[in-house]
């Protein structure tokens, strides 16, 4: 089973938020979670929720097809981060000029899945 969560329009640099998201790709859910939770960099708060909510994804998932779901088997199957709009701000500058200031944002997704279906997902192609 594999579940999936969007976060869109964050505002950190997609570049700030890979950092984060390489930490946890491939690693098991409750680890993952581990990591993100002591990991000081700004982006890890709203990945960790995002990660919350792809896990609570995937139990809805399962409620909703009679499975059983062991959060624990869950791992973060793909996790990756999307460049999103950039909002452009002008500053002040001497002699009457304006320079340009880009506020980049993220669109950041997470999926979790089992092992279980990943090996047979492989095998099948």
């Given amino acids: 089973m594999e579940a999936i969560a969007h976060l869109r329009h964050l505002r950190v640099t997609p570049r700030k938020a890979r950092r984060v998201v390489d930490l946890i790709r491939g690693k098991q859910a409750p680890e993952a979670l581990a990591i993100l939770k002591f ?3 700004v982006a890890s708060d709203p990945v960790y929720k995002l990660l919350v909510s792809a896990i609570a994804n995937a139990r809805v998932k399962a409620d909703k097809e009679n499975t059983y779901l062991d959060e624990d088997a869950l791992y ?3 996790a990756y981060v999307d460049e999103g ?6 500053r002040p500058r001497a002699q009457g000029r304006a320079y340009r200031i880009n506020k980049r944002t993220s669109h950041v997704t997470v999926a979790v899945a089992t092992r279980a279906e990943a090996t047979t997902t492989k095998g099948s192609n």
């Fill in 39 to 41: 990991a000081p960099q």
């Fill in 76 to 78: 973060v199957s793909q």
């Fill in 85 to 90: 709009t950039t909002l452009k701000r002008f």
